[in-house]
């Protein structure tokens, strides 16, 4: 008599390569999925850096007051944005990310100066 079903064991060591195929995948799919989030917190940290550029021709200085900047408007996303620091010569601003959605933004944080080199800083 000739069985066709598959054995315990065969169940199992099906489950077992599986399992480990999950562990593989879905950290490597989550990293994917964060890197448009990252895009868009990039440009618009080059978008800040523009228009500190337009406000210190105008006024003489940088900003630290991100609302005073009159050629940028936020991105609503998972990034906060801000001004770290400012005066005539220098600034700062930073991208604060919440990307796992728990409202505290500090999984990500990318800053960018007046040179225009965006650096990660967590």
């Given at each position: 008599?000739?069985?066709?079903?598959?054995?315990?064991?065969?169940l199992l060591i099906m489950?077992?390569?599986?399992?480990?195929?999950?562990?593989?995948?879905?950290?490597?799919?989550?990293m994917?999925?964060?890197r448009p989030d990252r895009a868009q917190a990039k440009a618009q940290l080059y978008a800040i850096k523009d228009a500190e550029e337009s406000h210190k021709l105008q006024y003489g200085s940088y900003t630290d007051d991100i609302k005073r900047l009159s050629n940028w408007r936020p991105v609503l996303g998972k990034y906060q944005f801000r001004i770290r620091t400012a005066d005539y010569t220098q600034f700062v601003a930073q991208a604060e990310g919440d990307l796992n959605n728990d409202k505290v933004y500090d999984d990500d944080i990318w800053a960018i100066d007046q040179t225009g080199a965006v650096k990660k800083v967590k």
């Open positions: 008599m000739e069985n066709r079903a598959f054995t315990v064991i065969e489950v077992g390569v599986m399992s480990a195929i999950l562990l593989i995948a879905l950290p490597m799919h989550a994917r999925a964060k």
